[in-house]
């Protein structure tokens, strides 16, 4: 089959191009608003885009019926960070549960039954029980092309500025993902863990 995405031609009863798009890490990312009340939500459209320094980004779009931006977005520009949490498989319920739809300033941490964590380099909390998370500084926003009537798309940049890591991923001096599993999204309402790792090395 072939089908334009702005035509909306393919005949199916969903899009499939995120179903194409995959494996796609979940940036579980927690910020702050202007009063300081802290904010998670997971971000499908994530991933690392630069190594030194490194910088991760994550698209955001807005907020359905509103046209605001979401609140993560809304918070990171106001305060000029934000924290990537790894979602894993055992988080995964609570992960899904901060992905609801809270009144402006409402506590996802709560609402999904986390507990915070201080970060050292940035103010945004971090997922007490994630293994691994980045504090980042904010970069800049890139307005994107949106074929909805008023509404825009954004992809909006951060550089890492310090890293955890559960001293349990640490094995010979490398992370062990496969210790803790982490979650990554499919298309439609569909998730994948990784539980499978093989090395290939670079032709010469």
């Given at each position: 089959m072939f089908y334009q995405p702005a035509l909306r031609d393919h005949g199916l009863p969903h899009d499939p191009f995120k179903a194409l798009v995959a494996p796609r890490p979940i940036g579980w990312i927690s910020s702050i608003d202007a009063e300081g009340r802290p904010n998670l939500a997971p971000?499908?459209?994530y991933n690392a885009?630069?190594?030194?320094?490194?910088?991760?980004?994550?698209?955001?779009?807005?907020?359905?019926?509103?046209?605001v931006r979401k609140d993560s977005h809304a918070n990171i520009?106001?305060?000029?960070?934000?924290?990537?949490?790894?979602?894993?498989?055992?988080?995964?319920?609570?992960?899904?549960?901060?992905?609801?739809?809270?009144?402006?300033?409402?506590?996802?941490?709560?609402?999904?039954?986390?507990?915070?964590?201080?970060?050292?380099?940035?103010?945004?909390?971090r997922v007490a029980a994630s293994p691994a998370a980045?504090?980042?500084r904010y970069l800049r926003t890139v307005e994107l092309p949106c074929d909805a009537p008023?509404?825009?798309?954004?992809?909006?940049?951060?550089?890492?500025?310090?890293?955890?890591?559960?001293?349990?991923?640490?094995?010979?001096g490398r992370v062990d993902i496969l210790r803790c599993r982490p979650l990554a999204r499919l298309g439609y309402m569909d998730y994948t863990v990784v539980d499978n790792v093989f090395a290939m090395d670079r032709p010469g």
């Open positions: 971000y499908s459209f885009v630069a190594y030194d320094p490194p910088v991760v980004v994550f698209g955001s779009t807005m907020r359905p019926r509103q046209n520009e106001a305060t000029g960070e934000f924290v990537v949490n790894l979602a894993t498989d055992a988080l995964r319920d609570a992960m899904n549960a901060s992905s609801a739809s809270l009144p402006p300033g409402g506590d996802e941490f709560a609402h999904a039954g986390l507990a915070t964590a201080p970060s050292r380099m940035v103010k945004p909390p980045l504090e980042c008023g509404r825009v798309n954004y992809a909006v940049f951060g550089q890492v500025v310090g890293i955890h890591i559960d001293d349990s991923l640490i094995v010979d």
